[in-house]
């Protein structure tokens, strides 16, 4: 029941009182009412707006924001109101579906926008009303549409070209000729040799000239016949070759074999093969000539190439039922003036002897081509060809807006996608560059904070940054301490890396020998975790500070052990319960942070971290 | 005389329209035809004659009015808005035909529409009146033709509505001597002198002589 019309209900009950007389049993008792007494006026501020309604027409919709309890969380004492920090013209829609139980999507509003706004009030999105659902659904899609967009596109940037196997890469190569410089040089390769195949289908009619001995003209491709052939054989060669590669490296190849390229690519080769087969039977060679004519077909294997080839075939396929009617109409038309036309000639001794003989005159009159071969000599049959010809500068004419704006249309598209695929780049550009920006913003921050706590010069450093910038580099900074990992930009992480698969052999040595079986006693029935973590701290190395395993971070006891009194304190701090779920004791080994070759300083440095590479208990 | 008139006035309009079909002012836009949908907005008395004639308080007559006015800003119902209101109640029958009958019932001036102030008497009568009125009421809405006398196929057809309401989907199913059956209890119950008629004073008089019914009169009434 639309909620809209519960204004209607106590009608619609006092209306029952119509079936009382009729009734054969006794009605059932009546729900108890409650008390109307508070019907009170809610205000909503909505960032300054204030909008006015009845709790009741809120409260007709119990199960969104707006109609629960939840709306106590944004109650505001002072003024008495209830105040959200959203944005007020799309609120005016939500506040309106409560008062007509139609939910409207406004045209000029951003989809995601408005998505994200009825996923605040607890709307569903499906209840939009039939006014404006397809407007909804249209932006909707070409919204999911763009997304996908850039998902799709982004890891086929992000790939790293060791993880694709060979036939992956292969048919990568073959669907993104710019991808590499192989598949591009493949890519015009193939091209020049369809238009080569394409030329020599042409020039091979051309008359060439008489050879001595012969009267009559011979066609090049008589007089030339060896040459042809080779050229021919050459074609089908790269066709052949270029055709099984794809076939190899398609992902699912019944779809490739069922795709309309790889059609155009068998037809515009079989003939040869057949060819090739059937040159000794001599009377099916008629057949063989007209086999030929497929050759003709090469000049679609273009369409690869050319993507106005490709949007133009997918036009037509699109506007196949405006075709379908253009057709259908031009011959009903045909029909009718072609019986008229002869019925009207007839008896004259003119060319139009029968019905199907009129349809030429017909078709050639109504495209306004007019040959001249058939003419029409009574004065009635005149009248009705000029009917026929000006009816069918009509009857075309119709369709062809529609083909033309579906055109138009896909056209539009694809200079769309590639202009948001231009447009990517740079997007993807600006984000990294704020990302990477903010980063080093921080480890600007850090070098600064360094400095200055050697030269006091703090007052000089902290007036650059505004107040929430301090907060935010506070923020990491606890986030650092937290991990005991520290932020690094990207040249170290990569050096690091390199050094990690040379410190890890050393590190699990040395916390094999030295691990202490106290500290892992009241673990050892649960999880005993070992914690390798080479990598940041090796890039803490680098940078010539050294590591701090300071805090142990327990969330149960009040006070933190530094890392002094950790190995003194040990005992203290192991019977914790480890029962509870906030804490799981692991064990850290601290591995050697040399800058150098970690055998070297091994044995220098060992001593030094004997006590840390024995146990760090860190509660994570 | 008057055909040859016709002919004469048919084939000046034929002129009119091949002059037009040659000159290519054949439509021509008819404006007039928009205006004649202008909307009908009616207002109701104020809120104390209403206050006076009704059994309404004011903030009843208040609440009453705005929900009236969200569903029909126009301040009439039509039978059709009508029907689909009510129709939003019972989704899973047909509630048309009986909508038809409430229509009339309500439409007491019986203009075509159902203003507020049709709209909030039937409601003072159904929900505050006495227990006469509201059987006067009931009475009225089975007589379709407000003549007086309810007949058989009157209430046939007052049944029939009731029962399409229900919808297919019923337990025990719903067979088509149903309402005919009911209507036969109706008439052996109410009509005491089985003319087959039921008169108003024999309906009162039957009905308040039932307890049931008595009992199911009271009812709604604290609704709103």
């Known amino acids: 029941m639309a909620a809209g019309v519960a204004a209607w209900l106590p009608f619609a009950r006092a209306a029952a009182i119509g079936w ?179 030329m020599a289908n042409v020039v091979e009619t051309v008359p060439c000239g008489a050879v001595p001995n012969r009267v009559k003209m011979m066609s090049c491709g008589e007089r030339y016949e060896l040459a042809f052939f080779c050229l021919d054989t050459a074609c089908v060669m790269i066709f052949t070759v270029e055709y099984l590669l794809r076939l190899l490296a398609a992902p699912s190849r019944y779809k490739f074999v069922k795709s309309v390229m790889s059609i155009i690519d068998v037809v515009a080769i079989m003939p040869y093969y057949i060819g090739l087969v059937m040159t000794d039977n001599e009377d099916v060679s008629g057949a063989f000539v007209t086999l030929r004519v497929f050759r003709v077909f090469r000049i679609f294997k273009f369409s690869r190439h050319s993507a106005g080839l490709r949007i133009l075939g997918y036009t037509l396929k699109s506007c196949a039922s405006e075709l379908g009617f253009l057709l259908f109409s031009l011959t009903m038309a045909i029909i009718i003036f072609a019986t008229v036309m002869f019925y009207a000639e007839k008896g004259s001794g003119s060319k139009f002897t029968s019905i199907p003989a009129a349809f030429w005159y017909t078709i050639v009159t109504m495209t306004t081509l007019g040959y001249g071969d058939m003419v029409p000599k009574t004065i009635m049959g005149k009248i009705f060809g000029s009917i026929c010809s000006l009816s069918g500068v009509l009857v075309i004419a119709l369709p062809v807006p529609v083909i033309v704006s579906n055109f138009s249309r896909i056209y539009h598209q694809s200079q769309r996608a590639e202009k948001r695929r231009a447009q990517k780049k740079t997007r993807l550009a600006r984000i990294h560059a704020v990302k990477s920006g903010g980063a080093n913003a921080y480890l600007q921050y850090k070098q600064n904070q360094l400095s200055s706590e050697f030269m006091h010069q703090r007052a000089l450093v902290c007036k650059t940054n505004p107040i929430f910038e301090v907060q935010h580099h506070h923020i990491l900074h606890c986030l650092e301490k937290t991990t005991n990992h520290e932020f690094v930009d990207e040249k170290t992480y990569e050096a690091s890396c390199r050094e990690v698969t040379l410190v890890k052999q050393v590190s699990r040595s040395s916390s094999i020998s030295s691990s202490s079986p106290h500290g892992l006693s009241c673990c050892a029935r649960k999880k005993r975790k070992t914690f390798n973590v080479p990598n940041s701290n090796m890039s803490v190395g680098l940078q010539g500070s050294i590591q701090e395993l300071s805090t142990i971070q327990i969330r149960e006891r009040p006070l933190t052990n530094s890392r002094s009194s950790l190995n003194a304190k040990f005992e203290e701090t192991v019977p914790l319960n480890c029962d509870q779920p906030y804490i799981t004791a692991a064990v850290i080994s601290m591995p050697t942070p040399p800058v150098t070759t970690p055998e070297g300083d091994e044995s220098a440095s060992s001593p030094d971290y004997s006590q840390a590479n024995i146990v760090r208990v860190s509660a994570l | 005389m008057s055909c040859r008139k016709r002919c004469k006035r048919e084939i000046f309009k034929f002129a009119q329209y091949l002059f037009r079909l040659v000159t290519g002012t054949l439509s021509t836009d008819s404006v007039e035809d928009e205006l004649e949908l202008s909307t009908v907005r009616h207002r109701p008395e104020g809120l104390e004659q209403l206050e006076a004639r009704t059994r309404f308080s004011r903030k009843e007559l208040q609440i009453l009015y705005r929900g009236f006015k969200n569903e029909c800003p126009s301040g009439v119902v039509n039978e059709d808005t009508f029907k689909d209101i009510y129709a939003q109640f019972f989704p899973q029958g047909d509630a048309s035909t009986y909508a038809h009958f409430l229509f009339n019932a309500f439409d007491t001036d019986h203009n075509g529409s159902v203003s507020f102030v049709d709209f909030v008497m039937g409601l003072s009568i159904l929900l505050r009146g006495t227990v006469q009125e509201k059987l006067n009421w009931a009475f009225n809405l089975y007589d379709i033709n407000k003549d007086g006398y309810i007949t058989k196929e009157e209430m046939l057809d007052i049944m029939k509505a009731i029962y399409d309401m229900m919808g297919k989907c019923t337990y025990p ?16 119950k109410m009509d005491k002198n089985k003319d087959g008629v039921v008169t108003i004073d024999e309906f009162i008089d039957c009905c308040q002589n039932d307890e049931n019914i008595m009992r199911s009169m009271h009812l709604f009434e604290n609704v709103l």
């Open chain 2, 173 to 188: 199913v719903l067979k088509e001597e149903t309402p005919r059956q009911h209507v036969e209890v109706f008439f052996q």
């Open chain 1, 20 to 198: 009382m007389p009729v009734a054969s049993s006794p009605m059932p008792v009546p729900p108890k009412d409650k008390p109307r007494g508070r019907n009170g006026i809610i205000v909503i501020n909505v960032s300054g707006t204030k909008f006015q309604t009845w709790q009741d027409t809120l409260e007709r919709y119990p199960d969104t924001l707006l109609g629960s309890s939840e709306r106590d969380f944004f109650f505001h004492e002072e003024s008495n109101e209830y105040f959200f920090d959203r944005d007020p013209d799309i609120f005016r829609h939500i506040l309106n579906f409560y008062r007509t139980g139609k939910l409207h999507y406004p045209r000029q509003e951003c989809i995601s926008a408005y998505d994200e706004e009825l996923a605040f009030f607890g709307i569903i999105p499906e209840i939009i009303g039939d006014c404006c659902y397809e407007d909804y659904k249209d932006r909707r899609r070409e919204n999911q549409e763009r997304m996908q967009d850039d998902e799709e596109t982004d890891p086929a940037n992000e790939l790293i070209t060791a993880d694709m196997s060979f036939r992956e890469s292969m048919w990568r190569a073959f669907e993104n000729p710019h991808t590499s410089t192989m598949a591009l040089v493949f890519y015009y390769v193939t091209g020049f040799f369809i238009a080569v195949s394409v």
